[in-house]
């Protein structure tokens, strides 16, 4: 399963039905989990740990050392969970000591080609990002949101699960979650309610999620007075509460 031309360091952790494609390379710190798929010119280095049933497409470079003027060669680490597609020419890169130290890639994510994570970010399970999306270093994106083509986050922002970005979107505040945006920079167009009937959620949690949406967004309130409003809906519906805490959190401020 391991092609006659891939280099594979013998201190590297391979499961069983690990197929690596020629001319790939494994470094000494590599894990990769049962079933996971490497295909050719793939260079996975640094201290990574890969989970199983993975499939990463050609020329993608896997954990090399972070785009950030301070590393100084720090042991820190990307995980990468299980049944991920990692399509042709993607990046991800390891952690800093300025953070946790670690980037994290969940589970079930759908990743296309040109994609780069960059260090310290974490993605959550079951997002898709779309070609030519980049992640600036410390961005957290949550479960099942939707990255459109050359979208741009700008480093520390935060991307709600369920949020929904369409073509060449720039992030440069967080977004919160069930929130559909657009343009550079973002602005607000409804939430993502075709992704939640999708996903499963009630017609009255979907209501509950647009009425909190309108009063941020719609009623011309300040902040302050929009998020007691959210929180008072959030009480009643707890479909509103990611939106409730997300709003309460944020450093950055949210696009609005």
């Not at 992704?195 to 009630?202: A, D, I, Q, T, V």
């Not at 929180?231 to 939106?243: D, N, Q, T, W, Y």
Request: charged fraction near 20%; proline fraction near 4%.
């Amino acid at each position: 399963m391991i092609h006659s031309t891939a280099i594979v360091h013998p201190a590297a952790r391979i499961g069983s039905n690990v197929s690596i494609g020629p001319y790939s390379i494994v470094g000494e710190h590599v894990e990769i989990g049962d079933g996971t798929r490497i295909g050719p010119h793939v260079v996975i280095e640094g201290r990574t740990r890969i989970g199983r049933d993975n499939e990463i497409f050609q020329f993608c470079s896997i954990g090399a050392v972070p785009q950030d003027k301070k590393y100084d060669d720090e042991p820190t680490s990307l995980e990468i969970g299980d049944r991920n597609t990692i399509r042709e020419y993607c990046s991800f890169n390891v952690g800093t000591s300025q953070d946790a130290g670690v980037t994290r890639i969940g589970s079930d994510n759908w990743i296309m080609a040109y994609v780069h994570v960059a260090h310290d970010c974490h993605v959550g399970d079951h997002t898709i990002f779309a070609n030519n999306a980049t992640l600036a270093g410390h961005v957290h994106v949550g479960d099942w949101a939707i990255l459109g083509g050359f979208t741009g986050v700008h480093q520390f922002v935060r991307v709600g699960a369920h949020s929904f970005c369409g073509v060449g979107t720039v992030l440069l505040q967080d977004l919160p979650p069930f929130v559909t945006v657009a343009g550079n920079p973002a602005s607000p167009h409804g939430i993502n309610s075709e992704g939640l009937r999708r996903r499963g959620f009630s017609a009255e949690a979907i209501a509950a999620i647009k009425r909190a949406y309108r009063v941020l967004y719609r009623n011309g309130l300040p902040l302050a007075e929009a998020r007691a409003q959210i929180a008072a809906i959030a009480a009643e519906h707890g479909a509103v509460e990611p939106f409730a805490d997300f709003i309460a959190s944020s450093e950055r401020g949210i696009v609005r």
